[in-house]
Each structure stands twice: as structure tokens, then as C-alpha cells.
């Protein structure tokens, strides 16, 4: 079983930055990829950055690359998404995953731990 706690979320003006952080307990960190995925109103909850148990291999979607870091840390057990440069568009809630292997993936269903989400909104 794994645990995950999302924090770090809130209202941003366009252009600004956020830090996301995600606590996981339960199995050990370092045996597991992670992810964050995100979900608009009425939209599908979509990819947006992964990264492998190492931190060596990271993953992003097309629509954040260049903006958005992920890495973690694994004597914290904690995951980070920072986002810069930020748009009207990426609102959503973003959620943290487990993946169900050591690796990262863009895929929803290779995860199988998710925490609540925390809410970023951007304004224009």
C-alpha cells in the first residue's frame, strides 16, 4: 500500500510559478516511479510528468515541457512538479501517482496509487 498527499496548490497569476509536493508513505519510495497527472473541469484527467525510482529518467507532456520539472526526493519520500511560466489552461487539480514499477510512464493506467489532488488555478 502507498499513501500520497498532495500539497502546494492555490491561485497564481499567469506567468507565475508553483511548487507541488507530494508526501508518500507505505512501500518504499525508492522502489517506484512517479508521476503527476492533472484534471480539468469536464476534461479527462491527463499526463503531465513522470519519473523513474532514480530520478535519472523524466517524462513530460508535450503542453508543459519546457515549463515544468519533475524530481524527487527520495530520502524525504516526497515528489516535487515545479511549474513556471504558468497559463489559464493549466488549471486543474493535479494528482500525484505510484507507478506499479521502478519506471515512469505517460500512461494512467500504469499507476496504481493516487492521492486526493490539490487545486491550481491561473489567472489571466
Known amino acids: 500500500q502507498v499513501q500520497l498527499l498532495e500539497s502546494g496548490g492555490g491561485l497564481v497569476q499567469a506567468g507565475g510559478s508553483l511548487r507541488l509536493s507530494c508526501a508518500a508513505s507505505?512501500?518504499?519510495?525508492?522502489?517506484?516511479?512517479m508521476g503527476w497527472f492533472r484534471q480539468a473541469p469536464v476534461k479527462e484527467r491527463e499526463f503531465v510528468a513522470a519519473?523513474?525510482?532514480?530520478?535519472?529518467?523524466?517524462y513530460y507532456a508535450d503542453s508543459v515541457k519546457g515549463r515544468f520539472t519533475i524530481s524527487r526526493d527520495n530520502a524525504k519520500n516526497t515528489v516535487y512538479l515545479q511549474m513556471n511560466s504558468l497559463k489559464p489552461e493549466d488549471t486543474a487539480v493535479y494528482y500525484c501517482?505510484?507507478?506499479?514499477?521502478?519506471?515512469?510512464?505517460?500512461?494512467?493506467?500504469?499507476?496504481?496509487?493516487w492521492g486526493q489532488g490539490t487545486q491550481v488555478t491561473v489567472s489571466s
Open positions: 519519473i523513474s525510482w532514480s530520478g535519472d529518467s523524466t
Open positions: 501517482a505510484a507507478h506499479t514499477s521502478p519506471f515512469g510512464s505517460a500512461y494512467r493506467t500504469d499507476f496504481g496509487y
Open positions: 507505505g512501500r518504499t519510495f525508492s522502489s517506484y516511479g
